[in-house]
């Protein structure tokens, strides 16, 4: 093997180029490198920044639906409390009006039997003269002709004995 040189290597122009080349281009490239670099860090800083700022809106956000949840909740309790005494107060407001009702219906009721029964008295009662109407006519008729003839020779007596004490008097 022939040793050759080491100028007619072709890899060591490669090499020397290679190196020129980043001598020459590599602060253009090591700029440009940077300046892609620091605008991906900006951009990425840039992310994380209105990610915080979403971060901090979203948190208040979450705190405000929360006092307004709590505030709902306190509502719904006291809309619900005011509920259980209006349907309190109307439970009691029926039962008076069911209780009034029924005192009204057992005075009618009472009404009804006193009224019954002083027209049942009322027909006792003139049932009654209606009985004692008939038995007098009834005697009247069938014992009166009988008597007439003494019952008027007793009063035509009486008469003269009454006139004669008066005028004694």
Known sequence: MEHESLWAEPRLYVAIAFFLFFILLGKKLWAAITGILDKRTDAIRA??????????????????A??????????????LEG???????????ARTDAANSAARRERMAMDRIAAAEQAAA??????????????????LTTEAPKQDATLIDQAIGNVTSALTGRRAA
Not at 83 to 93: N, Q, S, T
């Open 47 to 64: 992310e994380l920044a209105e990610a915080a700022k979403l971060r901090g809106e979203a948190e208040a956000m979450l705190k405000q």
């Open 66 to 79: 929360q006092a307004a949840q709590a505030e709902a909740a306190a509502d719904a309790a006291k809309l």
């Open 83 to 93: 509920a259980r005494r209006e349907a309190a107060r109307l439970a009691e407001e």
């Open 122 to 139: 009322k027909e006792v009662r003139e049932a009654a003269i209606d009985i004692a109407t008939k038995a007098a006519t009834l005697i």
